[in-house]
Structures are given as C-alpha cells and as structure tokens.
C-alpha cells in the first residue's frame, strides 16, 4: 500500500511552500510575536484568496472542495514557516465541527466566511486550570442565552465566531455564538507563543444555537478532536523537519577546534535521534492522514497515535535544534526560540501530552478486547 502523497498533491505543497516563504519568513513571525497584533492579517487574508483555507470545504460553501489530504499537505506547510495565522482553531476544528454537524443554513451562513479568511472561528471548552472534560463544563444556555467564562480560549481573543461547550437540560451540547454580538466581553492573556493568542470569553446571556444535537456536545468535540489532531500532527511534523534542517544547516557551517562540529560524534547522534523522531512522526501522521480521509475505522486510534508522535518529535527536534546551535541557540536574535515555543503551543491545544497517551492506550485496549467480546 502507497501511503505517500500524489503528484497533484506534492504540487500543492510546491506551491504552499513558494507561497510562504515569500509571505511568512521568519521576520514575519517576529512581527506578530513582538507587536500588538494577534496574527498575521495579511497572510491570513492571501491564505483565502489562494483557496489553501477552504481546500478542505465543499465548493457548495465556498471552498475549493479538494479533500482532507491536500488540507494535510498545507498544515505541514504552514506548520514548517511556524505560520502565526488562526487556521488551527478556524478550519480544523470549527469548519470541521460545522462540517460534520451544522445544518445546512449553519454551514451556509458560516463556511464560505471561513473559507475566505473572512471570520476567524475558535473553540470555548476549558473554563481554567485543570483537565478539560465533560463534567467540567459549567457554563449554561437558558431561553437560548449564554452565562459562564472561558479561559483559555485559543484565539479567543480575535475570533469573529466561537464554539461553546455549555450545558442545558439535555446536558452538554455545543452552541454557535457570534462574538462581535451582545453579551460577549473577552482579554487576551499571556502565552508560551504570542504568535497563537489565547484569550479570556465572558459570557453573559450572549444568543446562542446549538450545533448538532441536544446532549451530544461532548461526543462532537471528540470527533472534532480526533480529526483536528491529524491536522495538527502534520504542522508538528512540520516544525520538526525544519528545525532538524535549522539544526544540521548550522552544525555544517559552525567551525569548531578546526572541523565542523557536524563531524563531532555526539553532534552526529544529535542530528540522527532529530531524524528519527521525526521520521517516526511522519509515518503516523501519514496513517492519520489515510483514515481521516476514507473515514476509516481506525481513525480514532490513529488520531491518538499521530497526536502523541507529533507532539513528541517536535518537542524534541525544536530542543536539540537550540542545543545543537549551543549558547547562540538561546538568544532572541536566532530562530531557534520560535520553533520552541510553537513545540510547546501546540503540545497542549487539544488537551495535553498525558490526555492523548491516556486516549491512545483506552483505544488500543477496546481494538484489542474486540474480538473477545464478539
């Protein structure tokens, strides 16, 4: 079996990455992360008009109706660049929930605003510290009103549109909220990596329509989840490539006692453990990636898998590309910083490290007492 990408789709990766090395370099990404700005409108805006958001969308809502693969083959892309753009919380996970749930006046009014760039969508689920589950979830909808707090809130501080687990009597469901409407306060507060804000929402009797239904929010989000995490494996599988490039680039140029210390041999073990993780990373996510667009079976567990592989390599790549550069590596005038940071950004969107190890090991033992039961 042939899990590597067409040749239409290695294309698509071509063309993204022409894209984004012209409109993201690195001094794009300073901008965002050193200025008052939330994210990159600009590129945000150009993502749209190429049709890179709505690649995943059907062309009935305005997007360009490619399928999940090609939508796969961007997110490594922009994941490569560290892009400071909102597409995480916009397209993978609220596009999708609307995708998999909305009713066809929610999609119509929603998607082809999200496909262009137009709206920026986020995802309300923790309401501070602590796991993020069902029985955590205290916010309420009464008389189709919205009361309660979210924090924090991945673009929260930015995002037109807003998803929110909150209870009514049916109890958890997943409500629409426009947060440009009545009722709706929010601030934005510190991160590991400004260049994904994350804010705080109050809400206080905001209108709101579920999505999907009644009592079933809580499923929605796990479906949300197992697809987005792919998604989001293929940016770390991103970011782990390039800071293992950023890495080897600098071992070959930096001299040391006469040689490049590329020809030391703990840098040498260094540079190969990078490669394996990374490697390791991109084979589950290709796997990810084939369940995810046939729909297979197995997606939930290779979900798991690509979530938990992904977030280890590139928590490890983007920690031995600063090690690997030495005392050059700490400092805010190389890149290495960005790629650390985005590491540990994108290790807790969608529940943590420790979450995803939990889901992947429940799901290994249900696929393995399947054949018992039966």
């Known amino acids: ?86 597409v995480a919380s916009s397209i993978y996970q609220v596009a999708e929930a609307l995708l998999l749930a909305g009713t066809e006046a929610q999609k119509q009014a929603w998607l082809p605003k999200l496909a262009s760039g137009e709206v920026v969508g986020c995802v309300a689920l923790a309401e501070g510290a602590g796991k993020v589950s069902e029985t955590a979830i205290h916010a309420q909808v009464s008389g189709g009103k919205l009361l309660g707090t979210k924090a924090p809130v991945a673009d929260g501080d930015c995002a037109d549109v807003a998803l929110v687990a909150a209870r009514e009597a049916a109890g958890v469901s997943l409500w629409i909220v426009d947060l440009t409407g009545p009722g709706v306060t929010r601030e934005a507060l510190e991160s590991i990596d400004p260049t994904r804000s994350q804010g705080r929402i109050v809400f206080d009797g905001a209108p709101a329509e579920r999505l999907g239904e009644a009592g079933q929010g809580w499923r929605l989000v796990a479906d949300m989840h197992d697809r987005a995490a792919i998604l989001i494996a293929f940016e770390q599988v991103g970011g782990s490539d390039r800071a293992l490039e950023l890495a080897r680039d600098y071992a070959l140029d930096r001299m040391a006692f006469g040689r490049p210390i590329a020809s030391f041999q703990a840098v040498k073990h260094m540079l190969a453990d990078m490669y394996v993780s990374a490697t390791l990373a991109r084979s589950n996510a290709y796997y990810g990636a084939w369940a995810l667009s046939t729909g297979a079976a197995e997606l939930p567990m290779a979900a798991a898998t690509a979530r938990v592989s992904g977030t280890q390599a590139f928590q490890h790549c983007a920690k031995n590309n600063i090690q690997v550069h030495g005392g050059m590596g700490f400092t805010w005038a190389f890149d290495c910083h960005l790629f650390y940071r985005r590491a540990n950004g994108l290790a807790l969107v969608l529940g943590s490290q420790s979450t995803w190890e939990d889901l992947l090991i429940d799901r290994l033992r249900q696929r393995n007492d399947a054949p018992a039961a039966a």
């Open 1 to 86: 079996m042939n899990f590597d990408f067409s040749d239409d789709q290695k294309q698509l990766r071509d063309q993204v990455r022409r894209f984004l090395a012209d409109r993201c370099p690195p001094s794009a990404v300073r901008a965002i992360l050193e200025g008052p700005e939330p994210f990159d409108r600009a590129l945000y805006a150009g993502l749209g008009e190429m049709g890179f958001l709505g690649a995943a969308i059907p062309e009935a809502y305005g997007g360009v109706g490619l399928g999940q693969l090609e939508l796969c083959v961007i997110a490594e892309e922009l994941g490569r660049v560290n892009a400071p753009v909102p």
